[in-house]
């Protein structure tokens, strides 16, 4: 099972897709860092985000105590505050890092509303690749606003060697938004195909890397279909089963792409296995089967690659076979 804490919805962003910002949590409020020990040891990865978690003043007892519930430990950050997230990556060097960029220094800074924002996220780059952590990365939102930046990321990060993670953008209670669309969709499309290519044709060193391209390429399907409003290529959502989100308030939730909350407990008062096991649970869960939403979250869709693996596989084998052959690839599962 995975998980993922929203530490804080206080941020010092004011990102075009998502409108935390407006709805900024009281820090007096949040979570006290001691509830993270009720949740469950042998997770196998756990995200650790916000909002910015580098603004929460009690961020190191936090990964501390979470290092030792997951095998992966993940932070999701803008990477302004680099002296603190290169504090964690000195004390915790096993936790990995993915640090969000809207695309080259203009764009980034107008999409995320920061000042110098590129420049922030850069330096830390720098700092994180000299430092023992060695899963790092940059993250990227993808829509039609960034879609001319998205193979340029993508080539900054190879050039780095370091990771590039892909979402895409989303309506629901996390983001505080449903008003977000995609206006130049034949913009967004090409530019994802093209994207989707050059990760079949990666340029990586090493296997390892090249391989997550791959699978990156696959998982991009679901980006390009929810681009275009179409249903993702997942057989079903784990969401609820295999993946959780703690709010920062402590409510469970089963994930971050619903309209309102589904609510199955609270940290505060109840333990993690009395809020899994319950009544309250079993009704989220089939608000879950029933869900049309359609969303492409890495977190889930990393489920049913595992569970299926060998529908990416033989997509992947597949398309690459194409391309060697200078024919066009195919978008479909």
Same mark, same amino acid.
């Given at each position: 099972m995975n998980g993922c804490v929203i530490t804080t919805f206080r941020c010092n962003a004011k990102c075009h897709m998502c409108n935390i910002w407006q709805h900024q949590s009281d820090a007096a409020e949040e979570l006290p860092a001691r509830y993270?020990?009720?949740?469950?040891?042998?997770?196998?990865?756990?995200?650790?985000?916000?909002?910015?978690?580098?603004?929460?003043?009690?961020i190191m007892d936090i990964i501390g105590i979470v290092s030792k519930k997951a095998k992966i430990i993940e932070v999701s950050t803008n990477g302004f505050y680099t002296d603190r997230i290169l504090e964690i990556a000195h004390a915790y060097p096993k936790?990995?890092?993915?640090?969000?960029?809207?695309?080259?220094?203009?764009? %980034?800074?107008?999409?995320?509303?920061?000042?110098?924002?590129?420049?922030? =996220?850069?330096?830390t780059m720098l700092g994180l690749i000299d430092s023992p952590a060695r899963d790092i990365g940059f993250s990227v939102v993808i829509c039609d606003k960034n879609a001319d930046d998205l193979l340029v990321l993508y080539k900054l990060c190879v050039a780095l060697g370091v990771e590039f993670g892909n979402s895409v953008m989303h309506?629901?209670?996390?983001?505080?938004?449903?008003? %977000?669309?995609?206006?130049?969709?034949?913009?967004?499309?090409?530019?994802?195909?093209?994207?989707?290519?050059?990760?079949?044709t990666s340029q990586r060193h090493g296997l390892k890397m090249k391989l997550k391209?791959?699978?990156?390429?696959?998982?991009?399907?679901?980006?390009?279909?929810?681009?275009?409003?179409?249903?993702n290529v997942?057989?079903?959502?784990?969401?609820g089963r295999d993946?959780?989100?703690?709010?920062?308030?402590? %409510?469970?939730t089963p994930c971050n792409g619903t309209r309102e909350p589904w609510t199955m407990g609270n940290l505060k008062d109840?333990?993690?296995?009395?809020?899994?096991?319950?009544?309250? =649970?079993?009704?989220?869960?089939?608000?879950?089967?029933?869900?049309?939403?359609?969303?492409?979250?890495?977190?889930t869709a990393r489920f049913d690659m595992l569970k299926h693996p060998v529908r990416p596989l033989s997509w992947i084998a597949r398309n690459k076979l194409l391309l060697a052959k200078?024919?066009?690839?195919?978008?479909?599962?």
């Amino acid at each position: 099972m995975n998980g993922c804490v929203i530490t804080t919805f206080r941020c010092n962003a004011k990102c075009h897709m998502c409108n935390i910002w407006q709805h900024q949590s009281d820090a007096a409020e949040e979570l006290p860092a001691r509830y993270y020990e009720k949740l469950p040891d042998g997770l196998g990865r756990l995200n650790v985000t916000g909002g910015e978690p580098m603004l929460r003043d009690d961020i190191m007892d936090i990964i501390g105590i979470v290092s030792k519930k997951a095998k992966i430990i993940e932070v999701s950050t803008n990477g302004f505050y680099t002296d603190r997230i290169l504090e964690i990556a000195h004390a915790y060097p096993k936790t990995m890092f993915r640090v969000s960029l809207e695309g080259l220094p203009e764009l %980034n800074d107008r999409l995320r509303g920061t000042k110098d924002g590129f420049d922030h =996220a850069l330096r830390t780059m720098l700092g994180l690749i000299d430092s023992p952590a060695r899963d790092i990365g940059f993250s990227v939102v993808i829509c039609d606003k960034n879609a001319d930046d998205l193979l340029v990321l993508y080539k900054l990060c190879v050039a780095l060697g370091v990771e590039f993670g892909n979402s895409v953008m989303h309506n629901s209670w996390y983001f505080h938004k449903e008003d %977000n669309a995609v206006k130049d969709l034949e913009k967004a499309t090409a530019a994802e195909k093209e994207f989707i290519k050059a990760l079949l044709t990666s340029q990586r060193h090493g296997l390892k890397m090249k391989l997550k391209d791959y699978l990156r390429a696959y998982f991009n399907l679901n980006i390009l279909n929810h681009l275009d409003d179409r249903p993702n290529v997942m057989s079903a959502c784990c969401a609820g089963r295999d993946l959780f989100f703690v709010d920062p308030w402590g %409510n469970v939730t089963p994930c971050n792409g619903t309209r309102e909350p589904w609510t199955m407990g609270n940290l505060k008062d109840q333990t993690f296995d009395e809020i899994w096991t319950s009544p309250q =649970a079993d009704e989220v869960r089939t608000q879950v089967d029933a869900c049309q939403r359609s969303c492409a979250f890495i977190g889930t869709a990393r489920f049913d690659m595992l569970k299926h693996p060998v529908r990416p596989l033989s997509w992947i084998a597949r398309n690459k076979l194409l391309l060697a052959k200078g024919a066009e690839i195919s978008y479909t599962p």
